[in-house]
């Protein structure tokens, strides 16, 4: 096989370092917002817990050198003019690091070790390396020298406030090379050996991520730009399964924001279906796999964490309505039946555990529910009945309709699709004034509207709502589109904020569901502008948690998956309305 060329270049202050089921990776980003100087070894085993620093050393002074760090899919480098570094990963928890003319540092990113927290350091006599152990973990990161000389070792077996870590370099000529291994592992394993040179591992991890994108966006050209770095994002942010990640997963990012919510999964779904159908599969049931007695799904999983707290939006019969028709191979009979089960329960919880006694609709009992944390329909009461809330209901119940008559279950079908326009008719009767939706507090039984969004998404039914009201509904986005995308909030609004989370941000999952829903409903020209301005955001600004709407800026995590993959949903179908 020809080896792939390096793939697309990016920037670790932004985009980890990592490799397709790794459980940690190489950045500066240590913890939320927080940037170190140096790059570290960051694991999200047990949380995002930063483990080693790493730091290229002139082998002159033994200090830290100052370099410059450059990274591709494949290789990570610190370059200066007297030599330089390579990182690259040979499996998911192995990273091989080389050198030339520098040296390299390998120390705790703690310092102090407590009976509780900390790392602690020691020479492992049996595999002639050298261990550290991480409580916040609960992980052994073991480093073996391959080539090269130790220069020198700071604290090992020490406790309390120490300085931990090794220094290697190699002999005093130029070409002269010190490498090493660094392993995590859990308790013990055989004394590590190679599997392959330095170069090999290159090669193929370069030949891994050409792999990926070949398939997941084979469409892709000069006209969509950002689509290599978008398939870099959602690569590098898989996990293999662990702890209570039950498949391979697709975290939302590898930097602070390191689970999977249960309605950002199905964007990440959407994107890999055509290309990765087993992973796209196990992307939309894997919080499905933690449905409680009640049928409510998680708010969120992660390595050691579910939590229950809150919901998230039942946006699942319409994500898999779209995913059915993106497999390349439609779901067998059996596949079908557990989806039909699963999204039944998750429906009823819906129907049962969140309508009040004789209400028609459902409610919301926190922003939190809704995806839309702290927007401004939240503003005068938090158990509330919404009309975004109906609407993704309405397209589940249709949804589990459709599959009812798949399944040859024609009491079924008629059932869902009875509560699926009963559903409807109470929206439009108790919500829809005549040129708004607004939502009711479910115990003052008030009424209210605002400048969110969220009171637009009902736009979501496409070809199910009534045509003036979908008329009305895209006139109205049309006053949040900014230069940049969606506004989430109304800039003339008193509540915006640039940095508002949902008072403001362009955002990635209102963005698809928009201008899917525009699509659907006849308003391609709206859609079309909704699209092409969210695919020229991410082609220059990246792939952020969100985007500040009247700059353009990324905001918060800025390797956020499901950015990535809305990027690679609308850059595709674009492709295929050009018919390229």
């Known amino acids: 096989m020809t080896a792939a060329l390096p793939g697309p270049a990016f920037s670790v202050q932004d985009i980890p370092f990592s490799t397709y089921g790794s459980w940690f990776d190489i950045s500066p980003v240590v913890a939320e917002k927080t940037y170190a100087e140096d790059l570290h070894l960051v694991s999200h085993q047990n949380g995002m817990h930063a483990v080693l620093r790493l730091f290229p050393v002139d082998p002159v002074t033994g200090n830290r050198a100052e370099t410059r760090v450059e990274a591709t899919p494949g290789l990570l480098s610190w370059t200066a003019e007297r030599g330089r570094v390579d990182l690259a990963y040979e499996s998911p928890d192995t990273v091989r690091l080389r050198g030339s003319g520098l040296g390299i540092g390998v120390f705790a990113a703690a310092r102090v070790l407590t009976p509780f927290s900390g790392t602690y350091f020691f020479r492992e ?16 990161y073991r480093v073996t020298v391959l080539s090269g000389t130790v220069t020198d070792t700071f604290g090992g077996q020490a406790l309390g406030g120490a300085d931990r870590g090794l220094t290697v370099a190699a002999g005093p000529d130029a070409e002269d090379l010190w490498e090493i291994a660094v392993e995590e592992l859990d308790t013990a394993r055989p004394p590590y050996a190679p599997t392959a040179t330095f170069g090999k591992i290159v090669e193929a991890g370069r030949n891994a991520f050409a792999d990926f994108v070949d398939t997941v966006a084979p469409w892709r050209s000069s006209a969509t730009p950002a689509a290599e770095l978008a398939a870099y994002v959602l690569w590098s942010a898989t996990v293999r399964p662990a702890g209570l990640v039950t498949r391979p997963a697709v975290l939302m990012s590898k930097h602070w924001m390191d689970k999977v919510w249960s309605w950002d999964h199905c964007f990440n779904a959407l994107a890999l279906a055509p290309g990765r159908p087993e992973l796209a599969w196990d992307q939309y049931h894997l919080p499905f796999d933690h449905q409680d007695e009640t049928g409510a799904l998680p708010d969120s999983v992660t390595h050691s964490e579910v939590l229950h707290n809150f919901v998230k939006p039942p946006i699942h019969g319409w994500a898999f309505g779209h995913l059915r028709r993106r497999l390349p191979k439609p779901p067998g009979r059996a596949e079908l039946a557990e989806t039909y089960d699963r999204l039944e329960r998750w429906t009823d919880f819906w129907l049962t555990a969140r309508r009040a006694p004789g ?8 922003g939190n529910d809704s995806g839309w944390d702290n927007a401004t329909t939240f503003d005068p009461e938090r158990v509330v009945v919404t009309a975004d809330l109906a609407a993704f209901l309405v397209l589940q119940l249709r949804e589990l309709a459709d599959l009812a008559g798949l399944l040859d279950r024609p009491d079924d079908a008629s059932r869902w699709t009875r509560a699926a326009e009963a559903t409807q008719a109470a929206m439009l009767d108790q919500l829809w004034t005549g040129d708004r939706f607004v939502a009711r507090g479910v115990d003052s039984g008030d009424t209210w509207h605002s400048s969110s969004l969220l009171d637009l998404m009902p736009v979501v039914l496409g070809e199910h709502l009534p045509e003036e009201i979908s008329g009305v509904l895209a006139a109205r986005i049309e006053a949040h589109l900014t230069p940049y995308g969606l506004a989430t909030e109304l800039p003339s609004s008193p509540h915006y904020l640039s ?29 079309d502008e909704i699209s092409a301005r969210f695919r020229t955001l991410c082609e220059t600004h990246g792939f952020a948690e969100n985007f500040d709407a009247l700059t353009g800026s990324g905001l918060r995590d800025r390797a956020y998956t499901w950015t990535a993959a809305s990027y690679l949903l609308l850059a595709e179908a674009h492709a295929r309305r050009c018919g390229s």
């Open 125 to 140: 006599p049996a595999g002639d390396a050298y261990v550290f152990t991480s409580y916040e973990t609960g992980r052994r």
């Open 359 to 366: 209400a028609a609709l459902p409610h919301y009992q926190h």
């Open 499 to 527: 940095d508002g989370y949902w008072r403001g941000p362009i955002w990635a999952p209102a963005t698809v569901l928009v201008e899917d829903g525009l699509r659907r409903a006849g308003h391609h020209r709206p859609a």
